[in-house]
T-cell receptor, first 114, second 115 residues
Framework: DTEVTQTPKHLVMGMTNKKSLKCEQH?????MYWYKQKAKKPPELMFV???????INESVPSRFSPECPNSSLLNLHLHALQPEDSALYLC?????????????FGPGTRLTVL | AQSVSQHNHHVILSEAASLELGCNYS??????LFWYVQYPGQHLQLLLK??????LVKGIKGFEAEFIKSKFSFNLRKPSVQWSDTAEYFC?????????????FGKGTKLSVIP
């Protein structure tokens, strides 16, 4: 089973709203990732958690706040977003906490910021 | 910084035609190599991967790819495409080393298969 689940599938929010994206995997993977994908573009890495600790923040604006409550869950808290933040947000996980393994992607949350 | 180049932005083929999508990367060290596919409206799925060993790797749905180290290439092939292969294909590279989480994607190749 290589399933990564994400909720919600779609999210529409205003620029003053606070919302959260959720990601879950039960494969025992030790690294989890957030990516942003704009239409017709490849995914861009935002954050990496390794062994539940933030390992990489790719200079993401503070209006995006990741959280890893436990080894199976990854959240992305959103606040005061801009319309240009509208995109598909993908979660991924990989078995190796130190990186270098196969990343398995969830279906994504399609976010629209009005 | 490593980069990944996919030579073709959009490829249009008739059913049963053969497919080859090019991928080159620019990192000189040890790498893991991947091809992902994204069908319309669906999420990224792993097609195949190369870590070590036989440079010719076989993936799902009849796809294969060949790693040529001297050319820094990892081209994707399929002998006979089907309409259902219509999708976006991404090559991705991950360099090996401590904390090597970065999966660098190419810009993608859109494949359209005409019935």
């Amino acid at each position: 089973d290589t399933e990564v689940t994400q909720t919600p599938k779609h999210l529409v929010m205003g620029m003053t709203n606070k919302k959260s994206l959720k990601c879950e995997q039960h494969m025992g993977h030790r690294a989890m990732y957030w990516y942003k994908q704009k239409a017709k573009k490849p995914p861009e890495l935002m954050f990496v958690y390794s062994y539940e600790k933030l390992s990489i923040n790719e200079s993401v604006p503070s209006r995006f706040s990741p959280e890893c409550p436990n080894s199976s869950l990854l959240n992305l808290h959103l606040h005061a977003l801009q319309p240009e933040d509208s995109a598909l947000y993908l979660c991924a996980s990989s078995q190796e906490g130190g990186g270098g393994g196969t990343q398995y992607f969830g279906p994504g949350t399609r976010l629209t910021v009005l | 910084a490593q980069s990944v180049s996919q030579h073709n932005h959009h490829v249009i083929l008739s059913e049963a035609a053969s497919l080859e999508l090019g991928c080159n990367y620019s990192y000189g060290g040890t790498v893991n190599l991947f091809w992902y596919v994204q069908y319309p409206g669906q999420h990224l799925q792993l097609l195949l991967k190369y870590f070590s060993g036989d440079p010719l790797v076989k993936g799902i749905k009849g796809f294969e790819a060949e790693f040529i180290k001297s050319k820094f290439s990892f081209n994707l092939r399929k002998p006979s495409v089907q309409w259902s292969d219509t999708a976006e294909y991404f090559c991705a590279v991950n360099k090996i080393g401590a904390g090597s989480y970065q999966l660098t994607f190419g810009k993608g190749t859109k494949l359209s298969v005409i019935p």
